[in-house]
C-alpha cells in the first residue's frame, strides 16, 4: 500500500435528491474536477428547519486531488439543489499507488 500524504488525494461525499446523481457525476467527471464517481442509492433521516426528513437520496463517492477540492466544491454547490449540500471532505493517507496516479491523471486534464 502507498502513503500518498503529499499529493493529498481526497474524497468527497455529498448526498442529492434521488436521480439527480448521475448527472451531476458525469458532469464533475467531464470537467475533470474528478476522476471517479460511484453514486449509490441511499436513504437519508434527518433534521431540517425543526422537522424531520426521510428522503431518498443518491450518494455521491467523489475521487479527486486535494487541489482540485475548492473548485469541486464550488462546483457542486452551483449543481447541487438543496439550500445546504452535504459536502465532506475526507484524506486519503494510502491506496493502491496505480490508481491514486491515475486519479491525479485525469483530474489534471
Avoid at 464517481?37 to 426528513?53: A, D, I, P, Y
Avoid at 439543489?81 to 489534471?108: A, D, F, N, R, S
Wanted: proline share 6%; with cysteine.
Amino acid at each position: 500500500m502507498a502513503f500518498m500524504q503529499d499529493t493529498g488525494v481526497v474524497v468527497v461525499l455529498s448526498t442529492i435528491p434521488r436521480h439527480g446523481g448521475k448527472a451531476m457525476a458525469r458532469t464533475l467527471v467531464t470537467e475533470h474536477l474528478a476522476a471517479c464517481v460511484n453514486v449509490l442509492e441511499t436513504r437519508s433521516l434527518f433534521r431540517w428547519e425543526g422537522e424531520m426528513n426521510d428522503e431518498e437520496e443518491d450518494l455521491l463517492v467523489i475521487k479527486t486531488r486535494s487541489e482540485q477540492t475548492p473548485q469541486l466544491v464550488q462546483r457542486i454547490r452551483a449543481l447541487h439543489p438543496y439550500e445546504l449540500p452535504e459536502i465532506i471532505v475526507l484524506p486519503v493517507i494510502g491506496g493502491h499507488e496505480p490508481y491514486l496516479k491515475w486519479i491525479g491523471q485525469e483530474t489534471t486534464g
